[in-house]
């Protein structure tokens, strides 16, 4: 038995330094070592044994597993730094080579716009607020001289979470809680981006969120030739200095009187297109002198002060700007259309 296991200890390390791979080498430990190898059979026959020769075997079995283990061992340490070599060398990184160019994203064309915008109005003296999208029916409304019971009402189908909290129809209650923060004194000189929510079917012109921007001016002797020569200086700056604008007759209940604004058409000067349906002009905003009953419900006399209010659709401006189709490209999130505003 002691020649047995001597034999076996000899033919198992012959075959663990042939090996050349982890995982012949691992082969070679369930073969000799495993619970059905040769060792462990010779093991199983220890009880043929005299008491004498038992521990004698049995002493000589450990320094064979002890033999063949070490040697395992050794060949396993040596085949894994040869394998981590073997992946520096294939895996070195040349430090000389150019970097990889890095995908960069780029501004919305909407984000561009707003700034565009605000940049504009920021070089004419206004300043930028902010406020609530979730607001009252008071501010939302009501301050804008539009009643419960105000027809106009039907023109924004709105977002009620409650009878008094709604979505805001527009960005105008951020105008109405600013005038209040003046406590009747002027002057008041803002813009006012920000998203608004209308229960509205989605289409190429319309959608249930968009983006506007509201202007609001409050002082003394404040004329409606002020709003016009303020949005003839917008439309030149955003459109191209050749462009005009012309205002007519409309109707808002928070202004008056109250005007559409046209800008001339870009594409044919003016003189007629497909573009402009042959007129000319195409509308950009709505606007108007503050109505006298805005002003008195946000805490300014009307008697000694006046001012005029304006607001613009975003999108609609962008749509112009860079002659785009359908609104909705803007929310789609495709990366084939806003890789084309890398410039912008």
Not at 103 to 116: C, D, I, N
Not at 203 to 230: C, P, W
Request: aromatic share 8%; net charge negative; hydrophobic share 40%.
């Amino acid at each position: 038995m002691k020649e047995r296991l001597e034999a076996l200890r000899d033919e198992a390390i012959a075959k663990i330094k042939e090996a050349n791979e982890i995982k012949a080498v691992q082969d070679v430990r369930v073969s000799y070592l495993g619970k059905k190898g040769p060792i462990t059979e010779v093991l199983r026959g220890m009880g043929k044994l005299s008491a004498e020769e038992r521990p004698i075997v049995g002493q000589i079995a450990n320094e064979v597993r002890e033999a063949i283990t070490a040697e395992l061992e050794k060949k396993l340490t040596a085949l894994e730094e040869a394998e981590i070599e073997r992946k520096l060398a294939e895996e070195q990184i040349d430090v000389s080579l150019p970097g990889r160019p890095v995908a960069r994203g780029t501004r919305h064309p909407l984000t561009a716009v707003v700034e565009e915008v605000e940049d504009t109005f920021l070089g004419l003296g206004f300043t930028v607020a902010e406020g609530p999208e979730v607001e009252t029916d008071y501010y939302n409304f009501e301050a804008l001289n539009l009643p419960k019971d105000h027809p106009a009402r039907d023109m924004q189908d709105s977002f009620y979470f409650t009878e008094e909290l709604l979505l805001r129809t527009h960005t105008s209650p951020v105008q109405a809680r600013t005038m209040e923060k003046f406590e009747g004194k002027g002057p008041v000189k803002v813009i006012v981006p920000g998203k608004v929510f209308r229960r509205d079917d989605d289409d190429a012109t319309h959608s249930h969120q968009f983006m506007q921007i509201e202007g609001l001016y409050v002082d003394h002797n404040v004329r409606m030739s002020d709003l016009k020569g303020v949005l003839e200086a917008f439309a030149k700056s955003f459109f191209g200095v050749d462009r005009r604008i012309r205002l007519r007759p409309s109707f808002f209940p928070f202004t008056e009187p109250s005007v559409e604004v046209d800008v001339s058409c870009g594409m044919c000067g003016g003189k007629g297109c497909r573009v402009c349906k042959n007129t000319g002009w195409i509308e950009v905003l709505g606007a108007g002198m503050v109505h006298p009953r805005v002003l008195e419900m946000s805490g300014f006399d009307p008697k000694k002060y006046s001012g005029f209010a304006f607001g613009m659709g975003v999108e609609r401006l962008a749509m112009l700007k860079y002659d785009i189709d359908d609104i909705r490209h803007f929310y789609t999130n495709d990366v084939r259309f806003l890789s084309q505003f890398k410039r912008v």
